[in-house]
RNA sequence: GCGUCCUUAGCUCAGUUGGUUAGAGUAGUGGUUUGUGGUACCAUUGGUCGUGGGUUCGAGCCCCAUAGGACGCCCCA
């Protein structure tokens, strides 16, 4: 028998372990999240974590495809002792991927959106459409690991598939607001469509880079005004030959009318007028847009200083189509003024996303949660609640192989009305048995030892106090469940 | 893809211009206290100094290479 080599307990880079008292605060964030999906009407799937290279290749870009996690296949004749060296096998070392069968190959999943698109078009003759899910559940990404930013994290995502009714907008912005209200954190849920930013780009005559327009303005927040322009002025002399004077005019086009309103319908209005139809833009698409905004900020009574119209909210992605949004912190709340964090969230429309898999063409809208920056500001904020009740509420310590029968007689009682509890096992002294209650929290503890036999009143302790009382386990029952 | 930094006990880290046997705190174990934890005190286990090579009488320390990791750009679900 071979010796087994020790090494050094380690992760792979941008890879965590949780502990207990951890995952008891992100399950606190994910169930306050499916609470309140599902008070929406929205059911929880699950899908595998690798998926076919086919499904996933060629869906995020170039840059995505290269930070895909790749499964080496078992199918690698190369592995087999039997193979001998020939030339074939050095066009293997080279070319591995030209002898396999097409779609052999796996990966582990990028995001949840395109298994959502596999998922829909494949199992579109079991789902009652328009599909409202959602799907919890880690995503790997090889990327160069950075604060905040790991090679598997978390994705928490709800999706409408199938609707293009604007309720879906509304609703999903009524969720924002209720699960950041529900955890407590004062946020901003900014909304703008994507078409505005068409039309601001297509009014400065930016339309042949809009992908890098977008891009440069969603900087706004990280780099300023100051820089946004000096990026966005290359462009201009570029590919259009502004003068760079009209990127200052961007600049107070769009800064006036956002700093200059208190209310959606004088922002929409706003821009409404500022932007002449022209012959890029109709003025019925520009109408559809305004009217788009003003239905889903209007359709209720939103608080207008957590919902807010951004009209330079951009969000990189290519696929968005319609209403996009995003969740800041809201920087004017005392408490969230030292806190420096991005987007806590993120989302929008997107049309023709089944097409890739064959699907009819159906339109989606969906939100995402960034659960582990909000983990983040919930902790630096203390907001998690003390007492996450994910730990033993009763421990029963003893001294000898009796006691320790007599106590087990007794765990099964207080077990049997679903009371988390538990007996030490085995004969340890009482000190370390004290202990581990300690380590873990456990704010009661049972002695049971030969007084307490003899008398059938144990020996109940408070932990929290140190105060102990002597009890029949009735007693003690009732006073556990009363709290 | 570009750049900066780190790697010494399970964990967090000291370690002087290169010098004898590499230290501390913490965690663990045993005890002070054979029926009472969170505080204290005493004792004690634990290290191929990431790996390989070089310089040197001598390397944790200097040089080269390499691996792993963290962070900042780029990019971004």
């Not at 932007?275 to 009217?291: F, N, V």
């Not at 290519?318 to 806590?344: F, P, R």
């Not at 144990?458 to 932990?463: E, N």
Request: aromatic share 12%; charged share 30%; hydrophobic share 40%.
């Amino acid at each position: 028998m071979a010796e087994i080599k020790k090494i050094k307990p380690s992760l792979p880079k941008g890879t965590r372990d949780f502990l207990p008292e951890e995952v008891a605060k992100r399950n606190y964030i994910f169930d306050t999240i499916k609470r309140v999906f599902r008070k929406y009407g929205f059911q929880q799937i699950d899908t595998p974590a690798i998926e076919s290279l086919e499904t996933l290749e060629g869906k995020y870009g170039d840059e995505g495809d290269k930070l895909l996690f790749k499964i080496r296949s078992n199918k690698n004749l190369l592995d087999r002792p039997e193979f001998v060296p020939t030339l074939k096998e050095r066009l293997w070392e080279v070319y591995p991927y030209n002898f396999l069968p097409a779609g052999s190959e796996k990966g582990l999943r990028y995001d949840l959106t395109v298994p959502l698109a596999r998922y829909v078009v494949q199992h579109q003759g079991d789902l009652a459409f328009p599909f409202k899910r959602f799907h919890i559940a880690p995503v790997w990404r090889g990327d160069r690991p950075q604060k905040g930013r790991y090679q598997e994290f978390y994705q928490c995502d709800a999706d409408i598939i199938g609707s293009t009714s604007l309720l879906n907008e509304v609703e999903l912005t009524q969720i924002y607001v209720e699960v950041f209200e529900r955890l407590r954190l004062k946020v901003i849920v900014e909304i703008n469509h994507r078409k505005v930013l068409e039309a601001i780009a297509s009014y400065f005559g930016l339309t042949v880079n809009f992908e890098s327009f977008t891009i440069i303005i969603d900087k706004l927040d990280k780099i300023g005004w100051d820089k946004v322009v000096e990026e966005l002025t290359p462009l201009v002399v570029e590919h259009l030959a502004l003068e760079a004077l009209s990127v200052k005019s961007l600049q107070r086009f769009v800064f006036d009318i956002y700093n200059g309103s208190n209310s959606w319908f004088d922002v929409t209005d706003k821009l409404y007028k500022a932007i002449p139809p022209s012959d890029r833009w109709r003025e019925d698409t520009w109408k559809g847009i305004i009217s788009t905004l003003q239905e889903v900020l209007g359709k209720i009574k939103f608080d207008q200083e957590k919902v807010k119209l951004n009209p330079y909210l951009a969000r990189g992605l290519s696929y968005y189509t319609g209403i996009i949004w995003e969740v800041v912190l809201d920087k004017n709340k005392e408490e969230n003024k030292a806190i420096q964090m991005g987007s806590l969230g993120g989302g929008g429309r997107y049309d023709n996303l089944t097409e890739m898999f064959g699907g009819r063409d159906m339109s989606g809208v969906g939100i995402s949660f960034g659960i582990e920056r909000i983990y983040d500001v919930m902790e630096e904020l203390k907001l998690f609640p003390a007492d996450l009740g994910e730990t033993t509420k009763v421990l029963f310590v003893h001294f000898d192989e009796a006691s320790e029968a007599y106590a087990f007689e007794q765990l099964q009682k207080v077990r049997a009305l679903d009371i988390a509890s538990e007996i030490y096992p085995g004969k340890k002294k009482l000190d370390k048995q004290m202990n581990y209650a300690n380590d873990k929290k456990i704010p009661y503890v049972i002695v049971v030892g030969g007084d307490e036999m003899a008398s059938g009143k144990l020996t109940f302790k408070d932990m929290a106090s140190g105060q102990q009382e002597k009890l029949t386990i009735e007693e003690i029952i009732e006073k556990l469940k009363g709290n």
